[in-house]
Nanobody
Framework: QVHLVESGGGLVQPGDSLRLSCAASGFTLEHYTSGWFRQAPGGEREAVGCIESSDGTTYHADSLEGRFTISRDNAKNTLYLQMNSLKPEDTAVYYC??????????????????????WGQGTQVTVSS
């Protein structure tokens, strides 16, 4: 059964914004550390950021230059990624993931895909003029 479903991706122009959603089912997202990853065409998996389960502290990769913001709506059991000032190099498939025991950002972002408790199917973001 699919436990995480990403949505909100699409084709946008440089400078545009997108809000990605990751809807969780079958478990309570706020009890898990959760976050976003991306993989560009021909590239390797890259961590975007996460929300720690311990106190809700967020981590965002420095390479994103403050353009992306991770948030969570507990009532909707949904994780979000607000993406602003998009650049062509942001083009990638974006995945969300969640893990119960790896509660710190450092532990979480170093996990291999098959080690996460839950891993989504991805949503495509293409930034092009």
């Amino acid at each position: 059964q699919v436990h995480l479903v990403e949505s909100g991706g699409g084709l946008v122009q440089p400078g545009d914004s997108l809000r990605l959603s990751c809807a969780a089912s079958g478990f309570t997202l706020e009890h898990y550390t959760s976050g976003w990853f991306r993989q560009a065409p021909g590239g390797e998996r890259e961590a975007v950021g996460c929300i720690e389960s311990s106190d809700g502290t967020t981590y965002h990769a420095d390479s994103l230059e403050g353009r992306f913001t991770i948030s969570r709506d507990n009532a909707k059991n949904t994780l979000y990624l607000q993406m602003n000032s998009l650049k062509p190099e942001d083009t990638a498939v974006y995945y969300c993931a969640a893990d119960l025991t790896r509660s710190t950002w450092y532990q979480f972002l170093l996990l291999d895909e098959d080690e996460f408790d839950f891993w989504g199917q991805g949503t495509q973001v293409t930034v092009s003029s």
